[in-house]
């Protein structure tokens, strides 16, 4: 993961819109406080708050979209690579879910959810 640009909602508060890529997928984040550089190579995954509506997912398009309802929340459909650790990828952006994922998910399922957001920290 790569970050691609970083547009600040509040220079004196260090908060930011960071999007970040791995060459195929995009996703924009916010973080505070901010101290990411253009460039810059991330190794941590990201973390997303307040998941709702997660399943299943029968689509086989992974991806992360803005929704119309908040500038900061996300529709994600991403696979599942750790369960137990709740770590999701879509391409190569990792996250890790900082709620409860329901039961009954496994490794290598492709699920989707909306979150309130997702944070670089």
Not at 22 to 27: E, M, N, P, T, V
Not at 56 to 61: A, G, R, T
């Amino acid at each position: 993961m790569i970050i691609e640009s970083i547009k600040w909602i509040s220079s004196e508060a260090e908060e930011a819109e960071v999007e970040i890529s791995d060459g195929h997928f995009k996703c924009v984040v916010f973080s505070q406080p901010c101290s990411a550089k253009v460039g810059q190579q991330l190794t941590e995954p990201l973390h997303v708050f307040s998941i709702k509506n997660a399943m299943i997912s029968d689509k086989f398009l992974l991806g992360i979209w803005s929704t119309n309802n908040e500038k900061l929340e996300r529709k994600v459909v991403a696979k599942i690579v750790d369960i137990k650790n709740q770590i999701i990828a879509v391409g190569d952006i990792c996250m890790i879910i900082d709620d409860l994922l329901p039961g009954g998910l496994e490794n290598g399922n492709v699920i989707e959810f909306k979150c309130a957001r997702v944070d670089l920290w």
